[in-house]
């Protein structure tokens, strides 16, 4: 597809643009809604189950459709993408309690998993790197885009209408988009000698799922097993042994699932070593930030959007001018380098926070989060397409977004056992230097009884319960109560920045990585015109 004409090429890509904001706008517009979802539907110990199986069926959807559009074509495989992703969002609007909220949350997930591999990918098909490096930047940025109006939508659309719309609002968008690729983009013939590999795809996913949950079950919450219990163990073990069969696998079939000559290539594992640390930290920072913002600030749910909006601009627009750097210079080492670094050092600024830091140092910090990330994250999809053949772009396009998927579940599941664990450690420690205020607190039914509300710091987000428990107070206790909140605030805020030190521990990891990445210029249409005119040239001359 990379001859085709430059007006074919842009209605193609107005199409895959369309698609990617689909499934984007609808992941950032879920996340704020979720907890009045889950109020509506109860079932709060189940509450990260919708999150995590959303992430699972993305993850093994997104590497499995790797090799299978390599062979059959991206067009089939965005259609049925966004197709699944449509009827995910229907269900999950008519779900009535929260297990039926999860399976069809799945059903979104493997959607969401097949459209972000095929888009990617798709670009490969239609450009050369260096111009793929523009459009990289566009498609980045149309993520920040989403990161922007995503949770503004969502807040407006709990508040104002049913909850349900947030699952519906953008279908008439999907419908859009399934159209305008189903008219739009070409068809490609089967790649002839090519097979299925379905035991690899099989051992692949028994690989993935048990590693994914055991990393989701572990911790100290409700409804999760301790890192040493046989239930997390059992899980890392059956990944060990599908792994070691996966393997074996895929060293023997004709055409396998995941090519492991492929990490023979230096630039490809590189890269996706630097995109799973890069995932790791981002997430961990990303999840948290707003515990922070709400829990430690006190901040409402509606302001803390707008507080969170100048790092997803600054993301916005540094993606953009990453793409087009790279397109006209065609180099980025350095480019990621200094990215991750600005990133390691803005997580590792925000670790000295505490409960009386101002809000616009936090502001200010979270900018050069997203400045950072904004150079980094268009950089490793693009240098994994261009150290591979044409042939493997998909495969390689879907083992990068399979990095940087394990990368975020791991992240956001360490970083949150870290957290509880820190959580737990402060509060001891300040209960006992807490002095009178305890033993007033234990002789007081009526204020250890609010006291016990915030013994789970997440009721710390709900500002209304907070406001309601202090009014109920005697002045004389209010002035207790909120010496005692302040004291869960400041375990609270030590337990969150706990987390930060980690991301900007794992960031400096993807920047130690990313020294060692080769730099290959990339590829441009215009430069592999002349080699193509040349070498016939020489043919002639030859001939003569």
Same mark, same amino acid.
């Given at each position: 597809m990379v001859h085709l004409s430059d007006k074919r090429k842009m209605t193609i890509m107005i199409a895959i643009i369309t698609s990617l904001f689909f499934a984007a706008i609808n992941q950032t517009i879920i996340g704020i809604a979720m907890p009045r979802i889950i109020a509506n539907l109860g079932g709060m110990d189940y509450y990260s189950w919708a999150i995590t199986i959303y992430l699972l069926t993305s993850?093994?959807?997104?590497?499995?459709?790797?090799? !299978?559009? %390599?062979?059959? *074509? #991206?067009?089939?495989?965005?259609?049925s993408g966004i197709g699944l992703f449509m009827i995910g969002a229907i269900l999950s609007g008519f779900s009535s309690d929260i297990f039926e909220l999860i399976s069809y949350r799945a059903i979104q997930g493997a959607g969401a998993g097949i459209i972000m591999s095929t888009v990617f990918t798709a670009i490969g098909d +239609?450009?050369?790197? #260096?111009? #793929? $490096?523009k459009w990289t930047g566009v498609m980045s940025a149309v993520f920040g885009l989403s990161s922007v109006a995503g949770p503004l939508m969502g807040g407006y659309i709990v508040d104002h209408l049913d909850w349900r719309w947030v699952f519906w609002i953008f279908l008439p968008l999907g419908i859009i988009a399934f159209i305008l690729i189903l008219i739009n983009f070409p068809k490609v013939p089967k790649r002839q000698g090519e097979s299925v590999d379905y035991w690899g795809s099989l051992f692949l996913t028994l690989t993935i799922v048990p /590693? &994914? &949950? $055991?990393?989701? !079950? $572990?911790? %100290?919450?409700?409804?999760?097993?301790?890192?040493?219990?046989?239930?997390?163990? *059992?899980?890392?073990a059956a990944t060990i042994l599908s792994l070691i069969i996966f393997v074996r696998i895929q060293f023997k079939v004709k055409s396998p699932v995941l090519p492991l000559a492929l990490f023979k290539n230096s630039v490809f594992t590189v890269s996706n070593l630097v995109g799973f640390f890069l995932n790791a930290a981002m997430m961990g920072a990303i999840i948290y930030v707003p515990f922070f913002v709400q829990g430690v600030k006190g901040i409402s749910p509606t302001m803390a959007g707008y507080v969170a909006m100048p790092m997803s601009i600054a993301m916005l627009i540094t993606t953009s001018f990453a793409g087009q750097m790279m397109s006209k210079t065609g180099k980025?080492?350095?480019?990621?380098?200094?990215? +991750?670094?600005? /990133?390691?050092? =803005?997580?590792? !600024? /925000?670790? @000295?926070?505490?409960?009386?830091?101002?809000?616009?140092? &936090?502001?200010?910090? /979270?900018?050069?989060?997203?400045? *950072?990330?904004?150079?980094?994250?268009?950089? @490793? =999809?693009l240098t994994v397409q261009n150290a591979v053949s044409p042939q493997q772009i998909g495969v390689a396009t879907a083992t990068s977004q399979l990095f940087r998927n394990l990368g975020g579940t791991i992240g956001i599941a360490v970083m949150g056992s870290l957290m509880s664990a820190n959580i737990t450690k402060k509060m001891t420690q300040l209960s006992g230097n807490t002095g %009178?205020? =305890?033993?007033?607190?234990?002789?007081?039914?009526?204020?250890?009884?609010? &006291? =016990? !509300?915030?013994s789970n710091p997440q009721n710390l987000l709900d500002q209304p319960k907070i406001e309601a428990a202090l009014n109920s107070l005697s002045p004389e206790l209010q002035t207790v109560f909120t010496q005692m909140l302040d004291m869960i605030r400041e375990a609270l805020s030590y337990a969150i920045t706990t987390t930060f030190l980690a991301g900007a521990i794992v960031a400096c990891l993807a920047v130690v990585t990313a020294l060692f990445l080769k730099e290959i210029p990339l590829r441009s249409a215009k430069g592999m015109a002349q080699q193509t005119a040349a070498i016939h040239s020489e043919a002639r001359s030859l001939s003569k």
């Open positions: 993850t093994v959807a997104s590497v499995l459709v790797g090799k !299978l559009s %390599d062979i059959y *074509g #991206r067009k089939p495989f965005i259609l +239609l450009y050369e790197p #260096r111009e #793929r $490096a /590693m &994914l &949950l $055991a990393f989701s !079950l $572990a911790g %100290d919450g409700p409804k999760q097993y301790a890192w040493g219990s046989w239930q997390i163990i *059992g899980l890392f980025y080492k350095k480019m990621a380098i200094i990215g +991750l670094t600005v /990133m390691a050092i =803005s997580m590792a !600024l /925000m670790y @000295f926070m505490v409960p009386s830091t101002p809000i616009y140092v &936090l502001i200010i910090y /979270m900018i050069l989060l997203g400045l *950072g990330i904004g150079v980094a994250m268009p950089v @490793f =999809s %009178d205020n =305890s033993n007033v607190a234990a002789s007081n039914p009526e204020l250890a009884e609010k &006291l =016990s !509300l915030f």
